[in-house]
Every structure is written in structure tokens, then in C-alpha cells.
């Protein structure tokens, strides 16, 4: 009898192979058949009209330290995400000497947003080592799978102190054994991979520039020969990539002999600075050097709103008369109270958050009903109010408080160059690239990316009216197998036997991505923002129903991953070959 039978479904199984309709049949969290299923099942779901999918494998998230109080891993298990990778861009939470606690989060805080006071509130660093990193994190059953990677500025502040945060200092010959020794020692524990920042971007909230930003050849020859001698993990690298910098980390990859794993977007200073990066991953490739972009399928973009962490007003005099109301009397005073609205628009001070806001408006939008992320420039806010003859503070004023006040509007401030996402489109549909960059469980004053692979099927499968679409199954593939293959998670984000069962069974017709709003659920009553979606009927890990129909089921079948899983398909191979 076999433990489940999805029946009837429309089956995209995450190899990028067409869709076909078929039952799905599940046994001991495995996959055990697709086609037709014949035979009892301890339970039936009738799949008739619905998609059924592998899971989502989300390899680039911050979940860090959210990892550690909050099993259900919202709002990513929300959006069918069944295997989570965190540790990227050189920060995170391990190693840590006693004492430095307040510095690896004053670095996560201004690296990734996420509030210091949440984070001192939430993470109890039960710790020190890499390892005991993630044996706290395997001491909890969780909605989903995880996986974390050595981050780079922990392990320069272990090994260095204070030093490994001063941009004039470079570590010892002593002080580069120890580094290498500890990520050889993080990888030989299950870590995935080791991340490491080369953004300018990235800056604790004290000011100071990432522990990572100047690490020259020698320190990352020294981690390259670490993660040689561990014969493990991925090298995930955030860069401005300046000219020459690919070609370092690319030096890296290959003397460890481990893949490479970068970011990809576009930058509005340098718009055609990716086209660059991408030629180099082909080149690396080609070379043999394994090595992917993570790119992603929406514009990067700030949410502007009263209670979010960009208020446009913020800075106003006679805004902070009324900062401390609650929001929708905040929002009604704005409205009935002339004098008020007048002076928020006419008096307004002149300063760089204005100054920065004044240009903003120029490439800000409303949402709206449809979650446009692919607005037309025509629709910005300062061209909006120049056709409407009325000042664009004006009308940014009116639009955030209506109603109740929680209205989001959308700044893309990455990915958006041009006004569309035909770059972006290039980027997803580049064979060198898989989807990532949604940052989940950081940003969370600012933006809500971790509904990046609903969006990808909803969007770029359905909605898209301002540009070619992207076929069902190639989109499935660049989620699923595709990024499970980036980190060697070969065991999932496929739908064929003796794969894992992770699923979703998805109404593609009802799928949304929901609207942003801002909750008030972190440690130390901090605020984020979050979408929850409608459409996803069930996800299953393991073969264990986590979510239905949008609501947990309580049952927490997911754990840590440790290092690179082994391909089902393969050792059936080898099986076969034996007999």
C-alpha cells in the first residue's frame, strides 16, 4: 500500500522535460511511481486542473538566525519552499568567541537589515564552533530542509578580532591557517558551502565596510585550499565585480576545485556590467570550471510606506507630531487635516532623504490591485502627478494614506534599468544561471523577495504582458533541479522515483503572490514585511503534508541538511551494474 497517491495531476516534474498527466505515488518520504499508479493508498488527492511540482529549493536566503526561533520559516514555507540555503554573502552567526556576538550582529543588522534588536532578542548563541552551529540547528524539527554555509566575515572576526574588521589589516600566516582550518572543519561538519563578500554595498550598521571586502589572493588561496582539502561545498561570492574581480574569485574556484556561485543582477551605475560577469561564467565554464549566476526574476526594489522602514516623511517636523499614533489614525489625520497636509507637502526640509526621495518618485509606483512588479515608466509617481498637473509629494502623500494607511508603493532601485525585465529575461534564460537572490528572511523593513518563486511561475508563466513569457517547464527546472544541482543536493527538485518526496500541488490559475504587508511577529516586536499567497493547495516534505491550502499543518518533517546528497538515479545505476 503506498503511503500517498496524487491522482490525476498535471505533473511538471523539475527536469525541464514536458508536462504530462499522471499520478504520483509516495512511500517512505520517496517518490515511488509516476504515471499510473495502480494500488491502495493510506491516503488519495485528487489533483484534476492542478499542478503538481517538486518543491522549491531556495538557495539563497538569510535565515541565519531565524533558522534558530522559528521552525516554520515563514513566509518562505508559506510560498511552497521545501529546502532553504542560508550563510550567503560572508555573513552569519558562526563561528563566534564569547563576546562577539554584538558585532556578527551589527553586521548582519546593516549587511541584511534584519533589526539588531530582533536579532539579540531571538538568537540565544548556544555556540561557538561551526559545528556546534549546526548542531543547534539540527536539534530542531523545522517545516523544511535547511542548509548553511561558513560565512567569511565570521570567521575573519574569529580568527582576527577586531583586526578582521579593519580594512588596513591583512591576517598572519598563523592567522590564515586557523581560517582555513575552521572552514575545512565547517565543511567536513555538513556546511554546504563558504560565502564571501566583495561589495562595497555591504556595510555593518556601524558604518564599517564588510570583514570580507579586502581579503586579498593569499587569504582566499587560503580558504581555497581549505575547501580542496574537504573536497566539499560551493564558493558563493557577492561582488561589485569590478574589472579583474571575476577573475580572482574565479582563481579561488579553481584551486579548490569546487564550484563557483555568484550574483548576477544590474546595477543602474553600470547597467551593462552583468552582460560582462555573464560572459566570464561562460568563459569559466567552458575552461571547466562549475560555475553558476544566481539571478532574479523581479525587480530589486525598496517598499515606500508610512510604517515601513523608508517612510518617505520620516525626516518632516510636522510629521513626527503625529509618528507615535497608531497608523490609521496617522493615516486619517493626514487626510482631514489641511493645515497638516499642507505643510507635509509645501515644508518640506531639505535634506538627503528628500533629496534621495525627490529622485525615487521618478522611478516609484503603486502596486495596485494586479502587483504590478513590471510597471510601465509612463506610471511612476512624478509622472503620474506631471500629468495630473499636482506636485508628486502631493500625490505620494494621498496614495499612502488612504484607507488604512498601509499602502506599499514599489521603488526598483536593481534589475530595473530600462523600465522592463527583458534583462532579466536574458538572465533567466542564460544556461549558467539558476534563481536566487530573493534574500529571504532579511530586508525585512524594505522588501518581501522570498515570494520570488511564486512570482516566477505566476509572472513569467502567466501574467507577463509586456514581453515574452517562459514555458512552464523550463521555469519549474530553474527552481527546482536546477538549484538543488548548484549545491549538490541531488536527492531533490525532481519528481521521479526514488527522489524525495518534496511537492506542491499548486492551482496555477488561483496563484497569487499576495500583497506586502507589515507584521509585527519578530522577537523584540520587530516588524517585517510579508506576502502570503493563495493557490499552493499542499506542500509535502518528505511525504509529510506541511502546508494546506495556505494554513500549517504542524507537522515539521524537515531538518539540516548536511553536505552534498547522492543522486537516486545514479546509485540505481551503479546498483544495476553490480547485480
Request: hydrophobic content about 40%.
Amino acid at each position: 500500500m503506498h503511503d500517498l497517491v496524487i491522482r490525476n495531476g498535471t505533473v511538471v516534474d523539475g527536469s525541464g522535460a514536458e508536462r504530462l498527466i499522471a499520478d504520483v505515488s509516495v512511500s517512505d518520504g520517496l517518490i515511488t511511481g509516476v504515471g499510473t499508479v495502480e494500488g491502495s493508498a493510506r491516503r488519495s488527492i485528487d489533483a484534476d486542473g492542478q499542478l503538481v511540482l517538486p518543491g522549491w529549493v531556495d538557495i539563497h536566503t538569510h535565515y541565519d538566525g531565524q533558522a534558530t526561533w522559528d521552525p516554520e520559516l515563514t513566509p518562505s514555507s508559506w510560498h511552497g519552499v521545501t529546502t532553504a540555503v542560508f550563510g550567503n554573502c560572508g555573513v552569519g552567526f558562526a563561528p563566534v568567541k564569547d563576546g562577539a556576538e554584538d558585532f556578527l550582529i551589527n553586521l548582519m543588522e546593516g549587511v541584511e537589515d534584519i533589526p539588531g534588536s530582533v536579532l539579540a532578542e531571538g538568537i540565544d548563541f548556544r555556540w561557538e564552533t561551526f559545528p556546534e552551529y549546526l548542531d543547534a540547528l539540527a536539534a530542531t524539527p523545522r517545516v523544511m530542509d535547511v542548509g548553511a554555509q561558513v560565512p567569511h566575515g565570521a570567521v575573519r572576526f574569529y580568527v582576527m578580532g577586531e583586526r578582521g574588521a579593519d580594512h588596513r589589516q591583512v591576517p598572519t600566516e598563523p592567522e590564515l591557517a586557523e581560517l582555513g582550518r575552521i572552514v575545512t572543519e565547517g565543511l567536513a561538519a555538513g556546511a554546504l558551502g563558504f560565502s564571501t563578500s566583495r561589495t562595497v554595498k555591504h556595510r555593518a550598521a556601524d558604518g564599517r565596510a564588510t570583514p570580507s571586502l579586502s581579503a586579498t589572493e593569499p587569504e582566499l588561496a587560503a580558504v581555497a585550499a581549505a575547501m580542496r582539502a574537504a573536497e566539499a561545498g560551493v564558493l558563493q561570492v557577492n561582488s561589485d565585480f569590478e574589472p579583474g574581480d571575476f577573475a580572482t574569485v574565479r582563481r579561488a574556484a579553481e584551486m579548490a576545485g569546487r564550484p563557483l556561485s555568484v550574483l548576477l543582477l544590474q546595477v543602474d551605475d553600470h547597467p551593462d556590467r552583468w552582460r560582462t560577469t555573464r560572459d566570464e561564467l561562460h568563459a569559466a565554464n567552458a575552461a571547466g570550471v562549475v560555475a553558476t549566476g544566481q539571478v532574479g526574476c523581479r525587480p530589486i526594489g525598496v517598499m515606500l510606506g508610512l510604517d515601513a522602514t523608508v517612510n518617505p516623511f520620516l525626516t518632516h517636523d510636522a510629521y513626527r507630531t503625529i509618528a507615535e499614533l497608531p497608523l490609521a489614525e496617522r493615516a486619517a489625520r493626514i487626510r482631514t487635516d489641511g493645515s497638516l497636509r499642507r505643510n507635509l507637502i509645501e515644508n518640506r526640509p531639505t535634506n538627503a532623504h528628500t533629496e534621495w526621495m525627490d529622485y525615487a518618485l521618478t522611478r516609484a509606483y503603486e502596486l495596485g490591485e494586479g502587483l504590478d512588479y513590471e510597471p510601465d515608466p509612463s506610471t511612476a509617481i512624478a509622472s503620474r502627478a506631471a500629468a495630473s498637473g499636482v506636485d508628486p509629494w502631493a500625490l505620494l502623500l494621498d496614495l499612502l494614506a488612504a484607507g488604512d494607511g498601509s499602502t506599499l508603493l514599489l521603488y526598483p532601485f536593481e534589475n530595473y534599468t530600462n523600465g522592463n525585465l527583458e534583462d532579466i529575461r536574458a538572465m533567466l534564460t542564460d544556461p549558467y544561471t539558476v534563481c536566487g537572490i530573493g534574500d529571504a528572511g532579511a530586508h525585512v523593513g524594505t522588501i518581501c523577495d522570498a515570494s520570488y518563486p511564486t512570482y516566477l511561475l505566476t509572472h513569467w508563466t502567466r501574467d507577463r504582458t509586456r514581453g515574452e513569457r517562459l514555458p512552464l517547464e523550463f521555469v519549474v527546472n530553474k527552481q527546482t533541479r536546477r538549484t538543488a544541482e548548484t549545491y549538490g543536493l541531488l536527492d531533490r527538485g525532481l519528481l521521479r522515483p526514488g527522489y524525495r518526496a518534496d511537492i506542491n500541488i499548486v492551482d496555477h490559475a488561483a496563484l497569487s503572490v499576495g500583497r506586502p504587508q507589515l507584521v509585527f511577529d519578530l522577537p523584540a516586536g520587530g516588524k517585517r514585511l510579508v506576502q502570503r499567497p493563495s493557490g499552493y493547495r499542499h506542500t509535502f516534505v518528505r511525504g509529510v503534508e506541511t502546508m494546506a491550502d495556505g494554513e500549517p499543518t504542524g507537522a515539521r518533517p524537515g531538518g539540516l541538511i548536511r553536505g552534498a546528497q547522492p543522486d537516486p538515479a545514479a546509485a540505481a545505476s551503479r546498483a544495476a551494474a553490480t547485480r
